[in-house]
């Protein structure tokens, strides 16, 4: 005999979902034009009973800067998942509050996000994150979380939504490395790791993992044609153009603990498992030396990062897609990459390149990194008020003066 509370609750959940469903059915059958509506991805997440961990969402595509707030609608599991209240939204969308909503008893957490300042673009990685937590007595396996009928508000009164998306909580009892938490790992010995760590195909990725891995290891993580690159030194000419230089490392050598280097794989990778592995805490630093006792320098690091919010010093380079940037000192690098500090390096002077084996990898052109407005011309140099039309640079985004 089923009760009739039962009945009725199941009736509450039924409605809510029908009633998000209908909300972006309207929005869809409203006057907003093709490639207006905004697109959301949210990556898998990866967590142990009773972790607290969070789920990213990507805005990718919609109508460039313009919606000044997003409320998202997240239908959790009834039970064993809770919000922490806790979140973090892009540095480009500035002045942005949210007070995060709690699961209800029907798994459903209303998310709120808003600011007088417009998101900036149409594609924003990690446009909001927001953390919640698994309880300790949920079974291992996998959960789907769906973001039902996101809306996107603008001008006070308009309103788009997106899409549903549902994304999977996996659930495991081994540990998890996730390339956004601030922790570093701790030493431990045995254990099976999930590493949550996102690497673009066919491009050369930083990377700095906290224990070793074996040939099987890599080729069972990354694919058989995994390649791996060692930081060897840099060279300056005479036009003070500097070649950062790179030897490739067989993969029957294995990767080292909290020594970075340069990976490349043949599809995109966003995240991997290894088993019977031993977390190795410490220093993570390749360094480029000169000279012996008294008269030895250090030229170059390649400096490891093994947890989120390191940020990178000035005129520091780091490499995302064949291309390299710099720091103006306040940008922000995820866990288990890696970025370079050059004793010889001036962003105004040098025009940095990298090979590998002698052979020349030609960046796009060195690019400025700044969160915080300041406008760079293409040659690095900070401008105050640019007077002349061109290309600019912005919060590490192009931008065109005309």
């Not at 961990?53 to 460039?64: I, Q, R, T």
């Not at 209800?104 to 808003?114: H, R, V, W």
């Not at 673009?200 to 690159?229: H, R, S, Y």
């Not at 000279?291 to 380079?317: D, H, M, V």
Request: net charge neutral; hydrophobic share 40%.
């Amino acid at each position: 005999m089923i009760s009739s509370d039962i009945i009725f609750f199941k009736l509450k959940v039924n409605m809510k979902r029908t009633f998000l469903s209908l909300l972006a059915l309207i929005a869809m059958g409203s006057s907003v034009m093709a490639g207006d509506t905004p697109v959301i991805s949210v990556a898998d997440v990866y967590a142990r009973p009773g972790d607290v961990v969070s789920f990213s969402v990507n805005l990718k595509d919609g109508k460039a800067d313009t919606y000044t707030a997003m409320t998202l609608y997240a239908q959790f599991p009834t039970t064993g998942f809770t919000t922490t209240g806790a979140y973090t939204v892009a540095s480009g969308w500035t002045g942005t509050s949210c007070t995060v909503g709690n699961v209800n008893e029907s798994g459903l957490a209303t998310i709120p996000f808003a600011s007088s300042n417009p998101i900036p673009g149409s594609v924003v990685k990690n446009l909001v994150t927001v953390s919640f937590q698994v309880a300790n007595n949920v079974a291992i396996g996998t959960y789907n979380v769906t973001l039902q009928g996101t809306m996107f508000e603008y001008n006070t009164s308009d309103k788009v939504f997106a899409a549903d998306v549902t994304f999977t909580v996996h659930v495991t009892n081994g540990l998890v490395l996730d390339e956004n938490s601030t922790i570093a790992p701790t030493a431990q010995n045995g254990v099976n790791v999930t590493v949550i760590r996102t690497i673009q195909a066919n491009v050369w990725n930083t990377i700095c993992l906290p224990f070793n891995m074996t040939e099987a290891q890599l080729k069972a993580a990354f694919g058989n044609d995994v390649q791996l690159c060692l930081f060897q030194d840099y060279s300056v000419d005479a036009n003070n153009n500097i070649t950062i230089n790179f030897s490739s490392w067989a993969t029957s050598g294995g990767f080292y603990a909290n020594y970075p280097m340069l990976i490349k794989t043949s599809n995109d990778v966003e995240s991997f498992e290894v088993d019977d592995v031993s977390i190795v805490s410490g220093e993570a630093v390749a360094a480029y030396e000169t000279g012996s006792g008294p008269a030895k320098q250090t030229l170059g690091r390649f400096i490891g990062t093994l947890k989120a919010g390191t940020t990178i010093p000035e005129n520091n380079l780091f490499l995302n897609a064949n291309k390299l940037y710099y720091s103006t000192g306040s940008t922000v690098i995820k866990g288990f990459r890696g970025y370079f500090w050059l004793k010889d390096f001036n962003p105004s002077a040098n025009a940095p390149t990298f090979m590998v084996d002698g052979g020349t990898t030609r960046v796009e052109g060195l690019s400025v990194v700044t969160d915080d407005g300041t406008i760079y011309n293409l040659n690095g140099q900070k401008v105050e008020t640019p007077a002349q039309k061109g290309v600019y640079i912005k919060n590490g985004k192009k931008v065109i003066l005309k």
